[in-house]
């Protein structure tokens, strides 16, 4: 594959994203053949067009303004799939629900739960470590208005349909935000599982048990942790951390929690 100017492998076309994705035999492979994607021209344009102009209060950074690749180990029994990254959160920092509001109460809500080591992200390098959990999101690409087009919502599902493949253990998925959800059951009918029909409603506390190759797994719905439901109060921490603590339930009794509180898988 061709690479460009900081060695990320390069894919320019859906049908690239397809095969890219499935020749990707680890987590770093996928990720930096997600780092190199330019498959979308729209969000391409948009994602390096607000790396260039910066917010004011962001104007001394250089922006990753790339696409934002999963974070968490290759063991997660738990999955996170968010939306997509926000222009000056995971769009600046280059790291997953890093550097924004909706990532200061994912990150606080891991760490409550004992999947993160610490309750911030701000940016790469900060010290934060996620154990036994795997955060995405359903297209990688920061989009304007936070809202990706059907298009390109399809055109980037390949990436998290590897990631998930790439992930054996995992046993849950919980799933911010009723575009994710419409995501996710795609990724989950192109890995083997069988899907209930109708396909399940989203709603906060939705839990839905599917049966693939790997055995079952289990989709948990939560309000998305955007401003919009957080400032407004349609998502409260406690309503969270329920939902975090039936992950973890569900994730096994292999999971136990180390010294400093974090989840050992
Ligand atoms: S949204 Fe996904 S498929 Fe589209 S350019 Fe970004 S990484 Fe590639």
Redesign the pocket.
């Known amino acids: 594959m061709a690479v460009d100017a900081q060695g990320f492998p390069v ?1 320019r076309t859906p049908a690239g ?1 397809v095969r890219s994705a499935r020749a990707s035999r680890d987590l770093a492979v996928l990720d930096a053949r ?1 780092s190199g ?4 021209p729209r ?2 344009a948009w994602r390096e067009e607000v790396a260039r102009v910066k917010r004011a209060s962001f104007r001394d950074e250089d922006y990753w303004g790339r ?1 934002v690749p999963g974070l968490g180990p290759a063991d997660a029994r738990i999955a996170v799939v968010g939306l997509a990254p926000a222009a000056h959160g995971g769009n600046r920092t280059g790291r997953v629900f890093t550097g924004d509001r909706s990532g200061d109460w994912i990150f606080a809500a891991l760490w409550r739960a004992g999947l993160a080591n610490q309750p911030t992200s701000t940016h790469v390098g900060d010290g934060l470590a996620v154990t036994g959990v795997r955060i995405a999101a359903a ?3 920061a989009p304007p208005d936070n809202a ?1 087009t059907p298009a ?1 919502r399809d ?2 599902s390949p ?1 998290l349909a590897r990631e998930l493949a790439l992930l054996p253990r995992l046993r849950v998925a919980v799933v911010l935000g009723g575009f994710g959800w419409t995501a996710l059951w795609p990724v989950l009918a192109a890995a083997g599982y069988a899907l209930p029909r109708p396909r399940p409603a989203f709603a906060h506390g939705a839990e839905v048990t599917v049966s693939g190759p790997r055995g079952e797994l289990t989709v948990l719905g939560c309000y998305h942790v955007s401003q919009q439901n957080t400032f407004t109060g349609r998502l409260t921490e406690p309503m969270l951390d329920a939902v975090l603590a039936r992950a973890t339930e569900l994730a096994g009794s292999g999971v136990e929690r180390g010294e400093d509180g974090s989840v050992r898988p």
């Open positions: 894919t994203v997600i994607c330019r498959a979308c969000l391409v696409p297209v990688r690409c990706p390109e055109t980037c990436w």
